[in-house]
């Protein structure tokens, strides 16, 4: 990763950043586990997204694992399947991690919003950005997720994952490959979303965006025994 003023090959030093903590807006308590906020999220009515979602959408992993990928959202098939990242775009992430010999099983993945957010199109559903106020009120749950698992190392797959981790709007393609260090000491990682890679049409450019994935993942398995 390459920087004004450092050498070709120099780190990047993790900034530290301030991350209020997402008001409590609801009459939900505190889980003592995974399994009993996965539950509790279930009946969530933080935000008006539940109504035409299929389901909550939870994170999934080991409570013991040293870093959490941060999606945006669930997609079509997740919102079905009720799992995250099992649709096109996890199928790239999971092959991924396979190449950067990153154990799928050893880490937790969850997203920034819990419900699919979308737009009808005949039969179709669209994907549709969630807002900030969208994002900001499912920071509930995820500030509730990392306290539960407390890993050393998140993973911000694209900007609304950085959002909700860092609190403000983060310019990816800058920022991809940096650490930012929270002011609790949890580091966060940025890149983009795998589903970058699905949208590029051209297969050179296609495949050129998947090797930088996985040198991003490879870094990222790097973090993790740091």
Known sequence: MATT???????????????????????????????????????CRRCPLWRNATQT??????????????????????????????????????????????????????????????????????????NAGEVQACRWWLDQEFDLIKPNLAVALGATAALSLLGKATPVMKMRGQVIEREDGLRVFITIHPSFILRIREPADKEAERERFLKDMREVKRLMAA
Do not use: C
């Open 5 to 43: 003023g450092l050498p070709r090959n120099a780190k990047m030093p993790a900034r530290r950043v301030s991350v209020p903590r997402a008001e409590l807006i609801s009459d939900e308590t505190d889980a003592n586990s995974i399994p009993e906020l996965r539950d509790a999220a279930e009946g």
């Open 57 to 130: 959408v939870f994170g999934e992993g080991p409570d013991n694992a040293k870093v959490i990928f941060v999606g945006e959202q669930p997609g079509d098939q997740e919102d079905l399947a009720g799992k995250p990242f099992v649709g096109p775009a996890g199928r790239v992430f999971d092959a991924i991690l396979v190449d950067a010999d990153v154990d799928r099983q050893k880490v937790y993945v969850t997203n920034a919003v819990k419900h699919f957010k979308f737009e009808p199109r005949g039969k179709r559903r669209i994907h549709s950005k969630p």
